[in-house]
């Protein structure tokens, strides 16, 4: 079970190699235990996440966390109403050269490894919309050309659930493009005071971490998540619960294929994280909300009941 650039490697020795960087995720962030699983899930996909949460939760932190204990190239967007396209994917300048005037392209934020864009929802839908070539192909077009991003490339979302006055919420079309969408919950009690003891003991913003996978090394477990063996059973349980969200009667929009995809590589990324060389049905069911909750709405009857993508989801289950 080996993929090009993965020989020698086997589950045990990947999920080992996985678990260094949840250790080092560890060492800044406090509980979220379900939040880091399912980013790494992402991370071991090759794709993107979107991620809900009030303010100061520590979203942004865990990005940046995780583009650290990877060798990647980080960069940040921090969406405003006023950004153009351009201010991400790059644009044409003139420079001089010796007595002449040439055009060359500038390559925006778009071109790291890891690109957090930071409140997306306050962006125009024509901003938004810049993103979907580069999540869904890789690539940016731009200045009559196309251009390839790096490998592996990430785009990690944030959005706040309230406050939502001078927002653009994402289009079906755009959110298909997030493998999971993650919420973060504020933390316990318990965790709330350990977060308060780390980060006002001292007076670095936070603790040090390690890097402790190389991008090689990411997409050769990439690779090797693929080979991961699921039963006819399990797959076919992905597909029929795609296809009843499309049925269901509290849902008005349902899933696409894109969301069988995501739920079958999904399941076996989880099942390499927790050391075991098959998809069971926890893995399944483990990744099915997050999967789910983005690419479903729910009618106006379930809305005014405040019945949830996830109850739905839930009872699908």
Known sequence: MSEPGSEGLDVETAGAQVGRVEAQIRERIVGQEAAVRQLLVCLLTDGNALLEGQPGLGKTLLIRTLAETVDLSFSRIQNTPDLMPSDITGTEVIRESGDERVFVFEEGPVFANVVLADEINRATPKTQ???LEAMEEGQVTAGGETRGLPEPFFVLATQNPIDQE?????????RDRFTMKITIE???FEDELAIVDRYTGSIDPAPPVE???SGSELRAIQGLVRQVPIADDIRERAVRLVADTREADRLEYGASPRASMALVVGSKARALLEGRAYVSEADLEAIARPVLRHRVIVDFRAERDGVTPDDVI???L
């Open 314 to 316: 839930a009872g699908l």
């Open 129 to 131: 919309a810049a993103l």
């Open 186 to 188: 504020p933390p316990p």
């Open 211 to 213: 890097t402790v996978m």
């Open 166 to 174: 001078g927002t653009y919420p994402l289009p079906e079309a755009q």
